[in-house]
């Protein structure tokens, strides 16, 4: 479904891909993981046009959209969920999902609304509430939800669960999976490796721009490297 060939991607001279390949097919959860600084959000960002690819390609469903715009991009069926939540904190709830609906109908809006409500019943209690009055992993809640609002076939969630109470990171990643149960293909980036590796079909390690490993989330989990360099054992 999502394929990165050979990427690098560059922020004036200085490189922060090389020559990345990754491979994300439908259906499937994949995490990468890696510590800060290592080209994890600039991944995530590189697939999404911002910044673009200095040579390379990023194929989606098998076309090349290594030089869309940002919003043509969007319009293929990918949505992304940024790091650091980005509600709009003075909309409500109501008004923040609207805002995810950019490239729908009016009736297409009004399902993807009564389908995040279904995801996020806590969304539903709160929807008159302003998102800047709301708990972090509420307003985590709301940013998965109003990606979910385009009804993307390929979700991508940076650091979904950063600074958030280990209760509700439980929470966001049930939701992952039902996400990927309803048809969805999640690509993760994630700080808490070993949580991601737990729900991930297949994972990717990067350090310092470069893929460096890839396997099965399970395996990752038992590779005594990972588990020194990544979950503390």
Known sequence: ???????????????????????????????????????????????????????GRVLFEGSDITAMPTHEIMRQGLAISPEGRRVFPSLTVLENLKMGGFFASRHEIDEGVEHVYRLFPRLKERSGQRAGTMSGGEQQMLAIGRALMSRPRLLLLDEPTLGLAPLVIAQIFDIIR???????????????????????????????????????????????GIRSAYLGA
Do not use: W
């Open 178 to 224: 039902t996400i990927r149960d309803e048809g969805v293909t999640v690509f993760l980036v994630e700080q808490n490796a070993h949580k991601a590796l737990q729900v991930a079909d297949r994972g990717y390690v990067l350090e310092t721009g470069r893929v460096v490993l890839a396997d099965t989330g399970a395996n990752l989990l038992a590779n005594d």
């Open 1 to 55: 479904m999502l394929k990165l060939e050979k990427v690098h991607t560059h922020y004036g001279a200085i490189e922060a891909l090389s020559g990345v390949s990754i491979e994300v097919k439908k259906g499937e959860i994949v995490t990468l993981i890696g510590s800060n600084g290592a080209g994890k959000t600039t991944l995530m960002m590189t697939v999404c046009g911002t910044p673009r690819a200095s040579s």
